[in-house]
């Protein structure tokens, strides 16, 4: 009997030991998952867009959902990588959970810069974006007062921006892994160390900072982990759908990030990870001295444990410098992306965030 290559390729797996068939069926899922698979849907939240500035677009989130927490939430996301993290999958969505729970979501989404935003500064985000983002939440919502939220970079700037506009009525403030002291920032310090690293000619030559060296960077923080962690889970769980899906959802977003304005990253990496301003008091911002002891709204301050880009360290000193009678540190065991996606957000960090809000709002 003559049979077809595909039909001999059939029997010859079906002769295999059955680890070794399973092991072959996993090769080539992960082979079709790599190669010919369409990227997942990500960002599925129904939203709206009610404000622009430059690439900026500001969303409301399922705006036809009855509100019952009256205080407005606008989240602030990082420079880097593209904010629905926060909205990643449905049943993996801070955004989606708290707009189900009541909350008026809104996020600023600072859009992917040009060439031509590579003069943009820390200034011009602080004292022109994230002001009239503010105002437009409050006149959309018809609220009196505004909850903010900043993750990693976006918590940052959402302290330096509370801390210039304590006239402002900003009631909740919470940040989710966002670094304030740089004294000790691990590897970073080391790879940042402006003995060996040329920040000025680096931002000179380039003008805007592309993603893969700051991606490049961080995987550097776990080499091995980063790098080959990813596929090697893949190749050994390819025959979990559900893993698969998720792989997938989270290997979109590591790569699908955005270059970094250059004078925006000189300020970041010079007068915060060099020299440590914000948390000394030595931080200006327009020629406006940015005090972290000026903020008096309620704070919730979250680290996680296993985080290498933000660790707890650099993140619990903002509690001692600020005036809030109501302060909270909260430290997840998560990491720095697993804080906002996966089982341990979904089951801690969501309804942390959730009832803390709703306590606070009343």
Known sequence: MNYSSSEALENWIEAMPEDMKQGYRRLNRMTE??????????GQTPKEVIWKKNKAKLYRYQPTVKKTNKVPILMIYALINKPYILDLTPGSSLIEHLTNQGHDVYLLDWGTPGYEDRNMKFDDYVLDYIP????????????TEISMLGYCMGGTMTSIFAALHPELPIRNLIFMTSPFDFSDAGLYTNFLDKRYFNLDKLVDTLGLIPHDMIDFGNKLLSPIANFYGPYITLADRADNEKFVHNWKLMQKWLNDGVPFPGETYRQWIGEFYQENKLIKDELYIRGRQVKLSDITANVLNIAAKRDNIASPN?????????????????????GHVSVAIGRKA??????????????NSK
């Open 33 to 42: 998952v790599l190669t010919t698979e369409a990227e997942p849907k990500v």
């Open 132 to 143: 009239r983002a503010v105002k437009k939440v409050l006149r959309t919502s018809e609220a």
């Open 314 to 334: 650099q993140v619990e000193p903002l509690n001692e410098k600020i005036s809030s009678k109501n302060k909270t540190f909260h430290l997840l065991d998560t």
């Open 346 to 359: 979904i089951n801690e960090t969501y309804p942390l965030i959730d009832e803390w809000l709703t306590k």
